[in-house]
């Protein structure tokens, strides 16, 4: 059994004494989160409601000092917890009407549920073209909207909301999973999270990452991780999270440690995130 460490880096600059939160790592069928520390600061747990996952609520032990998180997963199989799959109402899940038809028209038209899973995947995958964008296509809205002709630019985030809450709609198993994914040319390194979707059908569980097959400039998305080589790490799941303790409700999801402040969280933008195995 192989060891990973995955260290994630804040450097004072960024956090400056504030308080960060971050999630503590979560099993998946390739591995298992078997712990996670903190330097350069104290933690406690507090608890995320509408999912029952726990996470790390870390306070610096100084202004000007770096905190450095510390995971270990083994390749261990486990598997994803069943609250992945359970639905959650919120506006980062909640689709539009037209939406809600779109998806349940082209489930009807498939021969089984797992053919209607990869339609879903592939009509979502026709929506979008791979890019950052400083306005998201749902930003601000109370629901998912549908997408019409024509192709809109989005990330892996804005790509799996969209896939979430047309699964779904479809009323189709399927959840939203935040992590590290480290492209084989970097060495062990990235710069921000990624995110994937898993479904369940029949008790049979698929894994699909739209966005790497995209970057890729390949259109025909395969289930499966990993599509871009590489290797990566689950953190935790589910979108439109409460920390009542912390009076934060709604987050968007939680992935990259990020500041705690009067108003909710603020996203961090000079993390250093490293992962290598034990031993080297």
């Known amino acids: 059994m192989s060891l990973v460490i ?10 400056g004494g504030r308080k ?25 747990l507090t608890g995320e409601t509408t999912s029952g996952q726990m996470v790390a609520l870390m306070t610096p032990e100084g202004a000007d000092v770096d905190v450095k998180l510390i995971y270990h997963f083994a390749d261990a199989e486990g598997m994803y917890p069943e609250s992945v799959f359970q639905p959650r109402e919120s506006c ?11 998806a349940q028209q082209i489930a009807e038209q498939a021969v089984d549920g797992h053919a209607a899973i990869a339609a879903i995947v592939a009509h979502t995958s026709e929506k979008f073209s791979y890019g950052h964008v400083d306005v998201r296509f749902n930003e601000g809205m109370d629901t998912v909207p549908h997408l019409g002709c024509g192709l809109t630019k989005g990330s892996c985030v804005d790509i799996n909301t969209y896939l979430i809450a047309s699964l779904r709609s479809a009323g189709l198993e399927a959840g939203y999973v935040t992590g590290y ?33 995209k970057k890729m400039g390949k259109e025909d998305i395969c289930c499966g991780l990993n599509p871009k080589p590489g290797s990566r790490v689950a953190l935790a799941h589910s979108m439109g999270l409460a920390f009542p303790e912390l009076g934060i409700f709604e987050e968007k ?25 034990a031993g080297d």
């Open 20 to 44: 960060l939160l971050a999630p503590v790592g979560m099993p998946t069928p390739h591995q298992t989160a078997l712990h996670f520390s903190v330097e350069g600061g104290q933690f406690d």
């Open 92 to 102: 980062f899940t909640r689709a539009a009407d037209a939406l809600v038809t779109d």
């Open 6 to 15: 995955v260290e994630v880096i804040v450097k004072s600059a960024e956090h």
């Open 253 to 277: 999801l939680i992935a990259e440690p990020v500041v705690v402040s009067d108003e909710g969280t603020i996203r961090l933008h000079d993390l250093e995130i490293r992962m290598r195995l």
């Open 181 to 213: 994914f480290f492209p084989q040319e970097k060495n062990g390194c990235c710069s921000d999270m990624h995110c994937w979707v898993v479904t369940r059908h029949n008790g049979v569980v698929l894994e699909w990452d739209i966005a790497h097959h």
